[in-house]
């Protein structure tokens, strides 16, 4: 089945500074690629996502790149503020295999300083 | 409001009693999913229902581990004859399932449940 890797397990950068998470996953039949963040006592919150056919995806501060060949994937925040500050979860998913559920990363924890 | 809904927030149980924990999905998403998160861990998954069935509950733990839903809706996890290792955050995911099209999964707030 689908395993996916995620690192760092902590990060801490000063606010202003960017943020990169790296995942990997076993499954090239996985074609959904999450990233969500969990702030204390909360669900996760999906903050972007992309899809197999597509390389990278951009919203404002936060972007992800999908390397296919290579199965991996990262996230990248720009200009961190001290609200980033929240476990981040990598995901993967297969929608036409197995209906869909997410094989999730451990998490990273990132810490802004203001 | 719209987002999922779950009851209770909070439990705590005895060893040796069941539980049922609650999932209330957004109206109109036909996939729910349930997940559970342990401490320092990451997310696990536990079974997905597409309408009232569930053709995937690889990932129930035990057959303690149970789960239904009606009506298309809402959804209830029993786990029978609680043990310590049950303790976690159960969370609930919907997702408005279209042939063809990934949507993403809303989660709710889980619930916390204590195993003393």
């Known amino acids: 089945g689908e395993n996916v890797e995620q690192h760092p397990s902590t990060l801490s950068v000063q606010e202003g500074d960017s943020a990169v998470i790296k995942c990997t996953y076993s499954?090239?039949?996985?074609?959904?690629f999450p990233w969500y963040k969990q702030e204390l006592g909360k669900g996760p919150q999906l903050i972007i996502d992309?899809?197999?056919?597509?390389g990278e995806k951009k919203d404002q501060r936060i972007a992800v790149t999908l390397n296919k060949t290579a199965k991996h994937f990262s996230l990248h925040i720009t200009e961190t503020q001290p609200e980033d500050s929240a476990v981040y979860f990598c995901?993967?998913?297969?929608?036409?295999?197995?209906?869909?559920?997410?094989?999730f990363g451990k998490g990273t924890k990132l810490s802004v300083k203001p | 409001g719209a987002g999922v809904s779950q009851s209770p927030s909070n439990k705590v149980t005895e060893k040796g009693k069941d539980v049922e924990l609650r999932c209330d999905p957004i109206s109109g998403h036909t996939a729910l999913y349930w997940y559970r998160q342990s401490l320092g861990q990451g997310l696990e998954f536990l079974i997905y229902f597409q309408g009232n069935s569930a053709p995937d509950k690889s990932g129930l733990p035990s057959d303690r581990f149970s789960a239904e839903r009606t009506g298309g809706s809402v959804s209830t996890l029993t786990i029978q004859r609680t043990q310590q290792e049950d303790s976690a955050v159960y969370l609930c995911?919907?997702?408005?399932?279209?042939?063809?099209?990934?949507?993403?999964?809303?989660f709710g707030p889980g619930t916390r449940l204590t195993v003393l």
């Open positions: 995901a993967a998913a297969n929608y036409g295999g197995s209906q869909g559920n997410l094989i």
């Open positions: 995911a919907s997702r408005y399932s279209l042939a063809g099209v990934r949507n993403e999964q809303f």
């Open positions: 499954d090239s039949a996985s074609n959904y």
């Open positions: 992309i899809r197999s056919n597509v």
